[in-house]
């Protein structure tokens, strides 16, 4: 079924993200705030951010940041 290989992806994406622990996020969380409100550039923000596996850093803070940027 075409569908359930999209739902085993998106399924291992949100285990993923739940397993990071609350220190990763923390210091995702401080990277990003950092970056959005130009304590450090977006550029350097992006990648500090990409060094961690999280898919929701990957998927919507990067992005974002990537956006800012332009």
């Known amino acids: 079924?075409?569908?359930?290989?999209?739902?085993?992806?998106i399924s291992d994406l949100v285990e993923k993200s739940l397993n990071t622990t609350l220190t990763e996020r923390a210091e995702i969380n401080t990277i990003?705030?950092?970056?959005?409100?130009?304590?450090?550039?977006?550029?350097?923000?992006?990648?500090k951010l990409a060094n961690f596996e999280d898919?929701?850093?990957?998927l919507d803070?990067?992005?974002?940041?990537e956006n800012k940027k332009k």
Do not use: T, W
């Open 1 to 9: 079924y075409y569908g359930a290989d999209k739902l085993k992806f």
């Open 32 to 47: 990003f705030a950092q970056a959005n409100d130009g304590m450090i550039s977006p550029v350097e923000g992006i990648r």
């Open 55 to 58: 898919p929701l850093c990957r």
């Open 61 to 65: 803070l990067i992005k974002f940041l």
